[in-house]
DNA sequence: GCAAAAGTGTTCCGTTTACACCCATGG
DNA sequence: CCATGGGTGTAAACGGAACACTTTTGC
């Protein structure tokens, strides 16, 4: 068995050094997601060294031995995105014994919503390319990578009818039809306009800027706001996002 | 640091001794729930050695270095109750540095559905007691384990909406009724009995069975089973058991 | 004028909710 | 005869689905 694996170890085919501050059998790996031009991303990396060289795979690291899981994943993620402030939930962990190739990691998966102007992207030493990638159009991933990924787009179809989860991908200010746009992309279907707008509005979260877009080909749409105030006092009741 | 946590230790006070086929930083911590009188319940145990001598606790273990996570999980519920077949979901996981008093433990929970007739409590070598707990009546809980059960019912709460679990709960023949009682302890509310059985009918998930309860002193009521095929066939499409 | 998206109105229909009511059985 | 749970009926209110329609803007 170990024999086997050896013939396809090539030079670049090794482990990436890791110092003694890191748990060897534990990371995170992040599903990092923003909106771009009405279409879902996530942003993948192409690693430089160990089982995973030059091939695209999640934004992952080791997890610090005197580092929260939560924060460990908050690390990775501002490390390659720059971004400070983010929505961040645990999505599930991974850890068969094979899903490794040279011995046992466990990974907890997270993911992450970010502003996609607001992403710098940083690379890091052991990549060597980082770039996002339309969740309905996904290259070849290492590991158990794609499995990781089909998770979590099934459980963002399913969160999002329980939590406002969309407004974290959305700039400040921003219009029903971009709220729309994430509704569709993460349900992956159509929605009627006209309903979808009654019935974001009768939910009382949204704040009207009266404000108008600037410079649109067609005509210019109102601004809203996301009302964190009424959002705090609501969901402790419950309430659906059902379409 | 150290220091102050020695003044604590007595005799029972220190770690249960672990074999090399255990990985020292991962376990497993599992949420067995089983219906009782109209109750959830959940088991807990009470351990002898360790950081959590004296205290109820969640029936967890160590995961083996060749165990898949799945399998650890199930390897424990099944050594604590005999029962080997059951619905078993990760929930998620719990790894903050100080969760446990000695050294970093990361434990991923997961939740189990047994049918509390099927059940033959085991007593572990570690444990000198085990029993069953009104989710409504708590003890004081070992380390982050009451954070874990809290979790557990409101990811619950979530869940049984969207998929019917609570038919693994129930013996294989059942009353509308007992069916009820589970979604209002899950839900932790009262249903109306007419607007229930004629929302469940309608699913098409229940087979009747074409006989009656014996020996109960009330009209007897009909039993059903539930229609498998049927919500395989169901699931994919998706489908909702809002109330 | 045309394309593109904003935004409003209305109808239909199934579901939810609330509640009244009768049935069967054992104590 | 009463308590307990089984089981049916129904009317009003609500909410979702579908779609026709008007408005505004830039090209």
Redesign the pocket.
């Known amino acids: 068995m170990h024999n086997n694996t050896q013939l396809f170890i090539t030079q670049v085919d090794q482990e990436e050094p890791l110092t003694d501050d890191y748990m060897k059998n534990l990371s995170v790996d992040n599903l990092i997601y923003a909106m771009d031009e009405g279409k879902l991303k996530v942003l993948l990396a192409k690693y430089k060294q160990g089982a995973a060289a030059n091939k695209w795979g999640l934004i992952g690291h080791w997890v610090k031995f005197d580092e929260d899981l939560d924060s460990a994943a908050h690390r990775v993620v501002t490390q390659a995105t720059g971004v400070k402030n983010f929505h961040l939930d645990q999505l599930a962990t991974f850890g068969n014994v094979k899903r490794y190739p040279y011995h046992r990691i466990i990974t907890v998966a997270y993911y992450a919503f970010v502003r996609k102007d607001e992403v710098n992207i940083v690379h890091g030493d052991n990549t060597h390319e980082v770039a996002w990638f339309d969740v309905k159009k996904l290259p070849d991933l290492i590991f158990d990578h794609k499995e990781i990924i089909v998770a979590s787009l099934a459980h963002l179809k399913y969160k999002v009818r329980h939590e406002p989860i969309g407004f974290s991908l959305l700039p400040e200010k921003f219009?029903?039809?971009?709220l729309?746009e994430i509704y569709e992309a993460i349900l992956d279907t159509k929605l009627?306009?006209?309903?979808f707008?009654?019935?974001i509005q009768?939910m009382n979260l949204l704040i009207n800027c009266k404000e108008?877009?600037q410079?649109?080909?067609?005509?210019?749409?109102?601004l809203f706001r996301f009302d964190i105030n009424v959002y705090e006092k609501l969901k402790d009741f419950g309430f659906?996002f059902?379409?």
Chains 1, 2 share one sequence.
């Open positions: 219009t029903l039809f971009q729309q009627d306009k006209p309903n707008r009654r019935k009768k108008k877009q410079d649109v080909a067609h005509r210019a749409a109102a659906n059902e379409y």
